[in-house]
């Protein structure tokens, strides 16, 4: 399987099951896919009207050279690989702590609630937390690296247990021979000197929720008595990350049907200091006003198009940044095995509420059908795991055949479930927004080649 | 070659040889939590 598309200057093609990508002239551009089926003979006499015969030979010679190395044309390998990943045994290597399940701020869109995930407000206890840690260093097998999320509502509102849970899991490292990653997602409401220093010493990653420009982000998420956070927040985030010194961090916005043009926000942040830019599309029922609609696709499609010509550019000027939805390995990046299994959630990702309840992921949380067990007892729910489990790119009729199928490994089970119904089954509107954005971080990888 | 320029050297059929350490980051705790961005993640061998 091929996809090819142009990128500015750019003719490009990728081989979708060797993973190669390839820069062709026109000649080769017009060839590709019919090269896969017709003779030389043939195609020399069906485009002898529009190139040399001689460029038709080279190539197509050059054509076939790539398929004889694998590069070019490769069968699916993969499919059979399927049966022995699911024989895989269950191995539990990262969990998303909601340890707040409160909020000061009142996002419009969040889809917690206000924090409370179709439940009662909360949080989590230092017993219940323990008890996550416990539970994760049992099931996790022989992986090192343990990933732990500090999530909610908003964590830095439950602090003080965060910091002991953290204290709790370190304390554990050496007789468990695992490495513990924490990450923090928080609005920034909270932020203080003391907490900076505290998660720039303690947090691998955080993550800071900010939408860009001011009106825009106001919009969606006032504080819970209707005044913007803008203007709190941002002189803590630039502090936070001033003082990080270098270590992983994310400004991570969401973007809704009121700012298509959400390339502007992406500029407005990377312009207020930040260097590690995510903003991502809303991801809500279609009755909602700001849901996204299948009719802004094309819009919003041109929106990444100049956001990516926009970092080409800085790039070339020396001044680029890091857009979290274009990074892009092309010399390595996941194993297939990664790429075959998706983002794990209800397998080897689980949520923990603050009464220690298992979910899928963060996105599941509250739904009692989706409830996997505890952190005492463990996932209690096997029938629930095993659909996880099964859910892979090749359980997916319409992914099989998707070009982008490596690139985002089958999607999002809760984006599935919340427009289908069903984990097994994909969000279409997500689904044209990936593919655009895998089309533009390759294509800012040509540019950049083409003009070294 | 004159037509063609091969913009990686990435392997996916060598990578189903060797890979599935599983030590990599889980992609919804890195910065999406709402999209699944599997692609991007980087490999820990």
Sequence with gaps: MIHKFKFENSNIVMDIHSGSIHLLDDVAYTLVEEAETLSKEELMLKYAGQFEKEQIEEAYEELMSLKEQQMLYTPDLYEEFVPAFLEREPVVKALCLHVAHDCNLACQYCFAGEGEYHGERGMMSFEVGKNAIDFIIQNSKHRKNIEIDFFGGEPLMNFEVVKQIVEYARSREAESGKTFRFTMTTNGVLLNDEIIDYLNANMYNVVLSLDGRPEV????????????????????????????????YYVRGTFTRHNLDFAEDVKHIHEAGFDEVSVEPVVAPTTMNYALQQEDVSQLCKEYETLAKHMVKLTKQGKGFNFFHFMIDLEGGPCVHKRLAGCGSGTEYLAVTPDGDLYPCHQFVGLPEFKMGDVKQGITNLEKRAEFEKCNVYSKEMCK???AKFQCSGGCAANSYNFHGTINSVYEIGCALQKKRIECAVGIKAELLESE | MKHIKTLNTKNLPCSAKKGGCGECQTSCQSACKTSCTVGNQACEK
């Design chain 1, 217 to 248: 982000n106001d919009r969606m998420r006032p504080t819970c008595n209707g005044k913007g956070s803008y203007e709190v927040i941002l002189p803590k985030f630039k502090k936070l990350v001033e003082k990080r010194q270098g270590k992983q």
């Design chain 1, 401 to 403: 055949s998707c070009w």
